[in-house]
Protein backbone atom coordinates (compact mmCIF):
# COMPACT_ATOMS: atom_id res chain seq x y z
CA UNK A 1 0.00 0.00 0.00
CA UNK A 2 1.34 3.52 -0.85
CA UNK A 3 1.75 6.05 1.75
CA UNK A 4 -0.74 7.92 2.35
CA UNK A 5 -3.14 9.82 5.30
CA UNK A 6 -4.36 7.61 7.66
CA UNK A 7 -8.72 7.97 8.35
CA UNK A 8 -10.81 6.16 10.29
CA UNK A 9 -13.61 3.53 9.50
CA UNK A 10 -17.30 4.79 11.05
CA UNK A 11 -18.18 1.28 11.75
CA UNK A 12 -15.37 -0.78 12.82
CA UNK A 13 -13.45 2.18 14.32
CA UNK A 14 -9.83 0.98 12.74
CA UNK A 15 -8.17 3.37 11.10
CA UNK A 16 -5.98 2.42 8.46
CA UNK A 17 -4.46 4.52 4.94
CA UNK A 18 -6.75 6.46 3.31
CA UNK A 19 -5.41 4.12 -0.40
CA UNK A 20 -7.70 1.16 1.26
CA UNK A 21 -10.76 2.81 2.70
CA UNK A 22 -13.57 3.92 0.62
CA UNK A 23 -15.31 7.48 0.98
CA UNK A 24 -18.54 8.13 0.91
CA UNK A 25 -19.82 11.87 0.35
CA UNK A 26 -23.48 13.48 -0.18
CA UNK A 27 -24.71 14.36 -3.27
CA UNK A 28 -26.72 17.64 -4.13
CA UNK A 29 -29.43 15.70 -3.85
CA UNK A 30 -28.73 14.30 -0.55
CA UNK A 31 -27.85 10.83 -1.96
CA UNK A 32 -24.91 8.76 -0.22
CA UNK A 33 -22.63 7.54 -2.96
CA UNK A 34 -18.75 6.11 -3.28
CA UNK A 35 -16.34 8.64 -4.09
CA UNK A 36 -13.28 5.98 -4.86
CA UNK A 37 -10.75 8.51 -5.81
CA UNK A 38 -11.94 10.92 -2.70
CA UNK A 39 -12.26 13.90 -4.63
CA UNK A 40 -15.67 15.08 -4.32
CA UNK A 41 -15.64 18.19 -2.48
CA UNK A 42 -17.23 18.74 1.17
CA UNK A 43 -17.37 16.40 4.35
CA UNK A 44 -16.68 12.86 3.48
CA UNK A 45 -16.83 9.59 5.60
CA UNK A 46 -14.65 6.65 5.14
CA UNK A 47 -15.36 2.71 5.15
CA UNK A 48 -12.69 -0.14 5.64
CA UNK A 49 -15.32 -2.76 5.71
CA UNK A 50 -16.41 -5.97 3.17
CA UNK A 51 -19.57 -5.64 0.90
CA UNK A 52 -21.52 -8.07 3.76
CA UNK A 53 -20.59 -6.19 6.43
CA UNK A 54 -21.74 -3.01 4.81
CA UNK A 55 -25.01 -5.02 3.88
CA UNK A 56 -25.16 -5.85 7.72
CA UNK A 57 -24.55 -2.53 8.66
CA UNK A 58 -27.24 -1.01 6.76
CA UNK A 59 -29.88 -3.66 7.54
CA UNK A 60 -29.30 -3.06 11.42
CA UNK A 61 -29.36 0.59 11.36
CA UNK A 62 -25.84 1.51 12.26
CA UNK A 63 -24.55 2.94 8.59
CA UNK A 64 -27.48 4.98 9.09
CA UNK A 65 -26.31 6.55 12.91
CA UNK A 66 -22.73 6.20 11.90
CA UNK A 67 -23.16 8.56 8.68
CA UNK A 68 -25.62 11.38 10.92
CA UNK A 69 -22.91 11.43 13.03
CA UNK A 70 -20.14 11.69 10.19
CA UNK A 71 -22.32 14.66 8.25
CA UNK A 72 -23.32 16.73 11.62
CA UNK A 73 -26.76 15.23 11.24
CA UNK A 74 -27.56 16.80 7.93
CA UNK A 75 -30.47 15.19 5.79
CA UNK A 76 -29.33 11.95 3.66
CA UNK A 77 -30.61 8.88 1.72
CA UNK A 78 -28.80 5.81 2.03
CA UNK A 79 -29.33 4.19 -1.78
CA UNK A 80 -30.98 0.47 -1.57
CA UNK A 81 -28.14 -0.45 -3.79
CA UNK A 82 -25.34 1.05 -1.74
CA UNK A 83 -23.24 -2.18 -1.52
CA UNK A 84 -23.30 -2.77 -5.22
CA UNK A 85 -22.77 1.28 -5.89
CA UNK A 86 -19.53 0.39 -4.07
CA UNK A 87 -18.60 -2.60 -5.65
CA UNK A 88 -19.37 -1.51 -9.08
CA UNK A 89 -17.14 2.01 -8.21
CA UNK A 90 -14.09 0.16 -6.71
CA UNK A 91 -14.27 -2.40 -10.10
CA UNK A 92 -14.50 0.35 -12.59
CA UNK A 93 -11.37 2.36 -10.25
CA UNK A 94 -9.13 -0.81 -10.14
CA UNK A 95 -9.75 -1.68 -14.04
CA UNK A 96 -9.11 2.00 -15.39
CA UNK A 97 -5.65 1.49 -13.29
CA UNK A 98 -4.72 -1.07 -15.49
CA UNK A 99 -5.52 0.86 -18.57
CA UNK A 100 -3.59 3.48 -17.68
CA UNK A 101 -0.72 1.96 -16.93
CA UNK A 102 -1.38 0.03 -20.49
CA UNK A 103 -1.70 3.34 -22.19
CA UNK A 104 1.62 4.66 -20.19
CA UNK A 105 3.71 1.67 -21.87
CA UNK A 106 4.09 -0.69 -18.30
CA UNK A 107 1.85 -3.61 -19.53
CA UNK A 108 2.27 -6.56 -21.08
CA UNK A 109 -0.27 -9.31 -22.39
CA UNK A 110 -0.16 -12.46 -24.38
CA UNK A 111 1.99 -15.74 -23.18
CA UNK A 112 4.88 -14.74 -24.94
CA UNK A 113 5.66 -11.21 -24.11
CA UNK A 114 4.87 -11.87 -20.16
CA UNK A 115 7.36 -15.09 -20.27
CA UNK A 116 9.79 -12.81 -22.01
CA UNK A 117 9.75 -10.77 -19.26
CA UNK A 118 9.59 -12.49 -16.35
CA UNK A 119 12.63 -14.83 -17.43
CA UNK A 120 14.44 -11.24 -17.74
CA UNK A 121 13.56 -10.69 -13.93
CA UNK A 122 11.41 -7.41 -15.54
CA UNK A 123 8.18 -8.76 -14.44
CA UNK A 124 6.59 -6.81 -11.27
CA UNK A 125 3.29 -8.06 -11.21
CA UNK A 126 0.90 -10.87 -12.70
CA UNK A 127 -2.57 -11.43 -12.91
CA UNK A 128 -5.04 -13.98 -14.86
CA UNK A 129 -8.76 -13.38 -16.02
CA UNK A 130 -10.93 -15.37 -14.18
CA UNK A 131 -11.41 -17.98 -17.07
CA UNK A 132 -7.37 -18.17 -18.02
CA UNK A 133 -6.41 -21.90 -18.03
CA UNK A 134 -4.85 -23.17 -15.00
CA UNK A 135 -1.42 -24.50 -17.05
CA UNK A 136 -1.46 -21.77 -18.92
CA UNK A 137 -1.06 -18.91 -15.68
CA UNK A 138 0.90 -21.99 -13.69
CA UNK A 139 3.61 -21.58 -16.98
CA UNK A 140 3.76 -18.05 -16.48
CA UNK A 141 3.67 -18.19 -12.82
CA UNK A 142 7.21 -20.33 -12.76
CA UNK A 143 8.81 -18.36 -15.01
CA UNK A 144 8.45 -15.42 -12.89
CA UNK A 145 9.08 -17.23 -9.76
CA UNK A 146 12.69 -17.82 -12.17
CA UNK A 147 13.24 -14.67 -13.60
CA UNK A 148 13.30 -13.02 -9.59
CA UNK A 149 15.19 -15.77 -8.38
CA UNK A 150 12.40 -17.18 -6.14
CA UNK A 151 11.86 -20.86 -7.05
CA UNK A 152 9.69 -22.33 -4.69
CA UNK A 153 8.02 -19.47 -3.11
CA UNK A 154 4.73 -20.25 -4.39
CA UNK A 155 4.49 -16.98 -6.30
CA UNK A 156 1.14 -17.91 -8.74
CA UNK A 157 0.01 -13.87 -9.47
CA UNK A 158 -3.69 -13.20 -8.63
CA UNK A 159 -6.86 -14.66 -10.41
CA UNK A 160 -8.97 -11.64 -10.98
CA UNK A 161 -12.68 -11.86 -10.31
CA UNK A 162 -13.44 -11.05 -14.22
CA UNK A 163 -13.09 -12.71 -17.97
CA UNK A 164 -11.04 -12.04 -20.33
CA UNK A 165 -13.99 -10.23 -22.17
CA UNK A 166 -13.96 -7.61 -19.39
CA UNK A 167 -10.51 -7.26 -19.08
CA UNK A 168 -9.70 -7.25 -22.72
CA UNK A 169 -12.31 -4.22 -22.50
CA UNK A 170 -10.05 -2.03 -19.87
CA UNK A 171 -7.40 -2.82 -22.06
CA UNK A 172 -8.34 -1.58 -24.89
CA UNK A 173 -6.67 -4.86 -26.42
CA UNK A 174 -8.50 -8.58 -27.71
CA UNK A 175 -8.38 -11.69 -25.91
CA UNK A 176 -6.82 -10.20 -23.01
CA UNK A 177 -6.23 -13.45 -20.69
CA UNK A 178 -2.68 -12.94 -18.77
CA UNK A 179 -1.66 -9.15 -17.68
CA UNK A 180 1.73 -8.33 -16.72
CA UNK A 181 3.39 -4.98 -15.42
CA UNK A 182 6.94 -3.92 -15.85
CA UNK A 183 7.26 -1.21 -13.76
CA UNK A 184 7.40 -1.30 -10.14
CA UNK A 185 5.61 1.48 -9.29
CA UNK A 186 2.58 1.10 -11.37
CA UNK A 187 2.46 -2.60 -9.94
CA UNK A 188 2.46 -0.93 -6.64
CA UNK A 189 -0.27 1.29 -8.11
CA UNK A 190 -2.68 -1.24 -9.70
CA UNK A 191 -2.00 -3.79 -6.64
CA UNK A 192 -3.69 -0.92 -4.41
CA UNK A 193 -6.50 -0.67 -6.40
CA UNK A 194 -7.13 -4.21 -7.44
CA UNK A 195 -6.87 -4.96 -3.56
CA UNK A 196 -9.31 -2.25 -1.96
CA UNK A 197 -11.89 -4.13 -4.76
CA UNK A 198 -11.30 -7.24 -3.94
CA UNK A 199 -11.16 -6.89 -0.22
CA UNK A 200 -14.47 -5.40 -0.38
CA UNK A 201 -16.33 -7.78 -2.12
CA UNK A 202 -14.60 -10.62 0.16
CA UNK A 203 -14.28 -12.82 1.59
CA UNK A 204 -11.11 -12.67 2.60
CA UNK A 205 -8.22 -9.84 1.57
CA UNK A 206 -6.03 -10.48 -1.21
CA UNK A 207 -1.95 -10.91 -0.65
CA UNK A 208 -0.31 -8.61 -3.09
CA UNK A 209 0.07 -10.14 -6.75
CA UNK A 210 3.61 -8.33 -6.70
CA UNK A 211 4.40 -9.97 -3.41
CA UNK A 212 3.00 -13.04 -2.95
CA UNK A 213 0.58 -15.60 -4.03
CA UNK A 214 -2.94 -15.81 -4.51
CA UNK A 215 -5.80 -17.97 -3.78
CA UNK A 216 -8.44 -16.57 -5.53
CA UNK A 217 -10.30 -13.77 -5.37
CA UNK A 218 -13.80 -14.18 -5.15
CA UNK A 219 -16.59 -16.39 -6.82
CA UNK A 220 -18.15 -13.04 -8.04
CA UNK A 221 -18.72 -13.60 -11.84
CA UNK A 222 -19.54 -10.54 -14.04
CA UNK A 223 -21.25 -11.47 -17.64
CA UNK A 224 -19.33 -10.47 -20.72
CA UNK A 225 -21.86 -7.25 -21.52
CA UNK A 226 -21.14 -5.49 -18.10
CA UNK A 227 -20.34 -2.30 -18.30
CA UNK A 228 -16.91 -1.41 -17.16
CA UNK A 229 -17.26 2.70 -17.36
CA UNK A 230 -19.93 2.39 -14.70
CA UNK A 231 -19.58 3.93 -11.52
CA UNK A 232 -21.86 5.44 -8.94
CA UNK A 233 -19.66 8.63 -8.11
CA UNK A 234 -20.85 9.99 -11.42
CA UNK A 235 -23.73 12.17 -9.77
CA UNK A 236 -21.40 14.10 -7.43
CA UNK A 237 -19.54 17.26 -8.50
CA UNK A 238 -15.71 16.10 -8.79
CA UNK A 239 -12.80 18.67 -7.99
CA UNK A 240 -10.78 18.39 -10.64
CA UNK A 241 -7.72 16.12 -10.70
Known sequence: MTDSPERSCIL??????????????LSPDGDILPDVRAKAPGRGAWIG????????AIAKGRLKGALA?????????????????????????????LGLEAKSG????????IDKAARSGKLYALYHASDAAPDGAGKLAQAWRVGSDEEGSGRKGLALPVPRTILSLALGRENVVHVGLTDARAAQR?????????HFIGPEPIPAACET????????????TDVVGHIGVDQLKQEPE
Open 190 to 198: ANDALSRWL
Open 12 to 25: SREHGSRDGLVRLA
Open 69 to 97: RAFKGATLTIPADLPQLVEDALRRHALDR
Open 106 to 113: FVVVGGTA
Open 49 to 56: VTRAELET
Open 213 to 224: SSQGASTAQFSD
